[in-house]
């Protein structure tokens, strides 16, 4: 008898051991789940509209149309509100590449040339409002924006104008461009230096760098890295810049102080990388490989490559949460993103975005 109910004891004290660790387990994961207290906004090159996903239960929850050709996409300081490049100039297939990985252009015709199909009166820069989840207008950004970077006051947008090899500066309170700024053939990213004070364009057809005064909206210079690059990030204290070649297959490392080339990094063969970001402790930079459908993992201090992460289908805007334990992409042919564990390095979710996901941006849920 005093066995059977020590047995019972014994019984009832492993239950309630297994009951506490379940709901340990839950509620951490619940946490981890209501953690995640931003949206998720994707711009979508061929639907012409941007959808919202839930950060937490990574669902569809709204679908906002802002206008022909939505690419690059990003948020005020604040987190008010939303900012979507929107362009009239109907997308073209990529050019075609020689044995170097540099563009083939025909005769007398490149991608910037003027398209007798754009329409005009639809580029600038769409706005949205955050608590509603609506177009609320939009603003002037010269002839058709692609990409943009926001100053850390808010205050203005630096934008690429693809199609004129410029670049525009647009005063957000007075609705004007400030200052037309030329660069050379397809600017395409634009990125600011974590200080605020510089900002580099990054032009597509030769491969060159303008990196131009935030303040007097000067080229202090511009430099060479080929391959068709297509954006720029910065380590946090901005001593260093990371720009992809997409057609060479290489990441360049610059010194920002120097405008100097580091070093430029190859990456597996196939590689074609388009969007890099610098993970929030400055260790790691990511890429997306684009056709090659993976994320580069490069060391931040080192440079050396540490691996790819399999993603999508041609993963191309990407963006990290902010405690860098996730990345999104943004899968163009296959109209979704990927939701990827960065400690485990695993893809573990796609969620269906709209047709052509291009850009993609954490947004903080409003209070």
Not at 238 to 245: D, L, V
Not at 274 to 295: L, Q
Request: one cysteine or more; charged letters at 25%; aromatic letters at 6%.
């Amino acid at each position: 008898m005093a066995n059977f109910k020590y047995m019972n004891m014994l019984t009832a004290i492993r239950l309630c051991f297994a009951t506490f660790c379940g709901l340990v387990l839950f509620g951490s994961a619940a946490r981890g789940q209501s953690g995640q207290n931003y949206d998720i906004y994707i711009s979508n090159e061929r639907s012409d509209n941007v959808t919202v996903i839930d950060g937490a239960t990574r669902e569809a929850v709204a679908t906002i149309p802002v206008g022909k050709r939505p690419r690059g996409i990003h948020v005020s300081p604040d987190g008010k509100t939303v900012y979507v490049a929107v362009s009239g100039t109907p997308p073209e297939p990529p050019p075609k590449l020689d044995a170097n990985g540099n563009p083939i252009f025909q005769k007398g015709h490149d991608d910037d040339d003027d398209n007798k199909n754009s329409d005009k009166s639809a580029d600038g820069i769409a706005v949205i409002d955050v608590a509603q989840r609506k177009l609320v207008g939009k603003l002037p950004a010269g002839s058709d924006p692609e990409q943009f970077a926001v100053s850390p006051d808010g205050t203005r947008l630096f934008i690429s104008n693809e199609d004129v090899g410029t670049a525009s500066v647009l005063n957000i309170a007075s609705r004007k461009v400030e200052k037309i700024i030329p660069t050379h053939k397809e600017p395409e990213g634009v990125g600011i230096r974590p200080d605020g004070k510089v900002f580099f364009v990054t032009c597509e057809t030769d491969g060159e760098i303008f990196a131009v005064d935030a303040s007097t909206f000067k080229v202090i210079t511009h430099f060479n890295v080929g391959g068709r690059p297509r954006s720029v990030d910065f380590l946090p204290d901005g001593s260093r810049a990371f720009i992809p070649s997409e057609s060479a297959g290489q990441i360049h490392v610059i010194d920002t102080a120097n405008y100097d080339q580091l070093e430029t990094v190859v990456l597996a063969k196939g590689s074609r990388p388009m969007c890099v970001k610098v993970s929030p402790d400055g260790k790691k930079v990511y890429a997306g490989t684009g056709r090659a459908g993976s994320i580069c993992v490069l060391d931040a201090q080192t440079h050396k490559v540490l691996g790819y992460i399999k993603a999508g289908t041609r993963p191309w805007g990407i963006i990290l949460s902010p405690d860098g334990k996730l990345l999104y992409s943004a899968n163009g042919p296959s109209n979704d993103i990927s939701v990827i564990d960065l400690e485990t390095e695993k893809e573990v979710q796609r969620v269906k975005a709209g047709a052509s996901p291009w850009g993609i941006v954490l947004v903080p849920k409003p209070l």
